[in-house]
């Protein structure tokens, strides 16, 4: 089955660093580009980055561009999303989500990042 | 990048069919014709319905349909059922590999 797991979400102060971590299994993961969508509580969905399927390319919202670090490592099946200077507008459910035909048809089930000042 | 215009929310009645529709700007959804619509349901995570504007992913129910003109993308849902009640997005691609949502739509099934 193919299937997204994200971990490592919790609880931050306004301005501290996290970092959070997407598991790919059942499928070719080096051979597909993936990105974080975020939701925050009660609100739509947020493109946030994506990363190419090798790594070469990356690409950021304005909203969090210098801030946040798309990374992956297809060795380890893995992405991961380090987020720095974080503040409270970024508590949300981050979801991974593998892109085919520039849609996202693959979603993991989120982990939620609590930004509090 | 801002984010594309959607309806806050629509209903309709079992057997119905509604259209929601998504405004964006020439720089997405008119550019590209990558509009994708996606379904939520309480607390769990968004699936893929429609990409590239109309065409649906292995599984999904013929009676979800979508097009697009101009600026604009609409996404139909025919003959409604109660477990179509949930929220919708539409997405668009927006260039060098960048994506814009939309607000959301909430469906309620009367």
Redesign the interface.
């Given at each position: 089955e193919e299937q997204l797991v994200e971990s490592g979400g919790g609880l931050v102060q306004s301005g501290g660093s996290l970092r959070v971590s997407c598991a790919a299994s059942g499928f070719i993961f080096s051979s597909h580009?993936v990105?974080w969508?975020r939701q925050a509580p009660g609100r739509?969905?947020?493109?946030v980055s994506?990363i190419?399927a090798t790594g070469s390319?990356v690409?950021y919202?304005?909203?969090v561009k210098g801030r946040f670090t798309i990374s992956r490592d297809n060795a380890k099946n893995s992405l991961y999303l380090q987020m720095d200077s974080l503040r409270d507008e970024d508590t949300a459910v981050y979801?991974c989500a593998r892109t085919?035909?520039?849609?996202?048809?693959l979603?993991?089930?989120?982990t939620l990042v609590t930004v509090s000042s | 990048?801002s984010?594309l215009t959607q309806s806050a929310s629509v209903s309709g009645s079992p057997g119905q069919s509604i259209t929601i529709s998504c405004t964006g700007t020439s720089s997405d959804v008119g550019s590209?014709n990558?509009v994708?619509w996606?379904q939520?349901h309480p607390g769990k995570?968004?699936?893929?319905i429609i990409?590239?504007v109309s065409?649906r992913?292995s599984g999904v129910s013929n009676r979800f349909s979508a097009s697009k003109s101009g600026n604009t993308a609409s996404l139909t849902i025919s003959g409604l059922q109660a477990e179509d009640e949930a929220d919708y997005?539409c997405?668009s691609?927006a260039g060098?590999?960048?994506?814009?949502?939309?607000?959301?739509t909430k469906l309620t099934v009367l």
């Open positions: 580009s990105n969508v739509g969905l947020e493109w994506y190419s390319r690409s919202a304005d909203s979801y085919v035909k520039y849609a996202f048809d979603w993991g089930q989120g | 990048q984010a590209y990558l994708s996606y939520q995570a968004p699936e893929l990409y590239e065409n992913p997005y997405c691609h060098s590999y960048n994506w814009v949502f939309g607000g959301g």
